[in-house]
């Protein structure tokens, strides 16, 4: 059975990226009879909010997108993470974040800065001199991940040139959130994971994962991004086209209506109801661009 999930963040009321990729994951899982997780991706306790949990539940509702099974909060689950931190080849890193600008060479293809390395091999002298809490990296191998995605087929990544050992664990001791959504992924029993295309560089390193732990990967499915414009990315400081503004000017219907015909699901933006675009949905629609949102939408 495919299983899927969506797996949001609280801490602000979802956007319209955020639909997109809820519809999508959804439509996916229920035009295969699949199992449909909703999982509250709140790791970050300094951002999140009862009130936006509450709001996520409440707004996917009314769009019509229900799910099967709703999986525990990830602030609940630190000793599952702890258990998998453990079973891994880790040390501490002391650099501060201008640090490893300074001493990292930027990733080709997105301008993400690849660990150099300054920590890992440092004596137990020199540590006891830091003056300052470490976050917690893991030593990645000399090795290349390839996997093909659903959507933008075949990827691959170096993993210590392209990525460099990476943070499992913050300085504040809240796990990153590459080692929680692999743990909660692989322990959920999820087998499809659809996302923005945003989060393309970061699974070469989440598949290494799965298998240092004795995990299954399982299939992704990156999606475009929304785009305003200029080109810029959507994101939640974009009141005008989060939920509750969202709400006050449209319907469910025309809503999912104009995020199928924004896919490429329907030729047109009539309304409709989630559950009707069912037979619609094929991931062969789906293109790899960004796609533009008019300035109204």
Not at 5 to 30: E, I, Q
Not at 54 to 66: I, Y
Not at 207 to 219: D, E, N, Q, T
Request: with cysteine.
């Amino acid at each position: 059975m495919t299983v899927g999930r969506f797996a949001p963040s609280p801490s602000g009321r979802m956007h319209l990226g955020n639909l997109f990729t809820a519809l999508l994951a959804w439509l996916s899982v229920r035009a295969q009879n699949g199992k449909m997780l909703l999982r509250i991706e709140d790791l970050d306790p300094a951002r999140s909010k009862r009130e936006y949990i509450d709001a996520l539940r409440e707004d996917l509702h009314w769009l019509g997108l229900d799910w099967d099974e709703e999986m525990p909060l990830q602030s609940t689950r630190s000793a599952v993470y702890a258990e998998a931190f453990s079973r891994l080849d880790t040390y501490p890193c002391y650099c501060t974040r201008n640090a490893l600008h300074d001493a990292s060479a930027p990733h080709a293809s997105d301008g993400m800065f690849v660990y150099a390395g300054t920590c890992r091999n440092l004596s137990d002298a020199e540590r006891a001199k830091k003056q300052r809490k470490p976050a917690w990296r893991v030593r990645v191998p000399d090795e290349t991940i390839r996997f093909t995605d659903g959507v933008y087929g075949a990827q691959e990544e170096q993993l210590a040139q392209e990525c460099g050992d990476f943070i499992v664990r913050r300085s504040d001791g809240v796990y990153a959130y590459q080692l929680a959504v692999v743990c909660d992924d692989a322990l959920g029993g999820v087998t499809e994971v659809v996302r923005g295309s945003d989060l393309l560089g970061s699974t070469a390193r989440q598949i290494w994962l799965y298998g240092v732990l004795g995990f299954s990967a399982p299939k992704f499915y990156h999606i475009p991004l929304l785009v305003a414009p200029d080109g810029k990315r959507l994101s939640k400081r974009e009141k005008s086209l989060d939920m509750a503004h969202l709400r006050e000017d449209h319907t469910p219907e025309a809503l999912i209506g104009r995020l199928a015909n924004l896919a490429g699901l329907t030729k047109s933006d009539v309304p409709i109801a989630a559950k009707e675009l069912i037979p619609f949905f094929s991931w062969e629609k789906i293109g790899r661009e960004p796609v533009i949102i008019p300035t109204t939408f």
